[in-house]
């Protein structure tokens, strides 16, 4: 949703009338908000009826909108309105599994540092040279998913590998007493 919402705004100088879907869009986001903590054990239950009840109702009137607009197609709110389509199914899917984020900012974020790593460090030289750094990724993104400083968890999971050979230490384990 993130994505499309990003053309409306855009087009929003040119076309006022974009500002209706930017809230529109807002407020699906105000329903996700509305939910409880994701370690809430009623969390998926809650959020399943919170989108049947509140966040249907949203996309059917988005839905509408979308279609009862007029503009040219190449203009920024026709490629707006024309992206939006074009997603349409992958931007309703949240709504039949509560699983299904929103949007994909998480999973961005995630990837931004492989993605600057990746540039940083082109031409590893070695097969092995670039398997450690995808081990490495995966062990700091991993950490920051669980709410695991990344620095903090590698200096003390090499401090338990050198103490205890083959000891492996994963970010969730971080906390729990050796």
């Given amino acids: 949703w993130i994505h499309a919402r990003r053309g409306f705004v855009e087009a929003e100088r040119a076309y006022p009338i974009a500002r209706e879907m930017i809230e529109m869009i807002g407020e699906l ?3 996700e908000r509305s939910a409880p903590a994701r370690d809430d054990p009623k969390y998926l239950s809650t959020l399943e009826r919170l989108r049947k009840e509140q966040s249907q109702p949203i996309v059917d009137r988005i839905r509408d909108w979308l279609n009862r607009q007029t503009v040219l197609p190449q203009s920024s709110l026709g490629r707006a309105i024309g992206y939006m389509i074009e997603l349409w199914p992958g931007l309703t899917t949240f709504l039949t599994d509560p699983e299904i984020p929103l949007d994909t900012n998480q999973v961005e974020r995630g990837l931004r ?22 081990l490495f990724y995966t062990l700091i993104e991993t950490a920051r998913l669980s709410d695991v400083e990344p620095q903090a968890y590698l200096a003390e999971a090499a401090r338990r590998a050198i103490a205890d050979p083959g000891t492996v230490t994963l970010p969730w384990e971080f906390a729990k007493p050796r």
């Fill in 113 to 134: 540092a492989v993605a600057l790593g990746r540039k940083n460090h082109y031409g590893s030289r070695s097969e092995r040279g670039t398997k450690v750094a995808a």
């Fill in 29 to 31: 986001y105000a329903v």
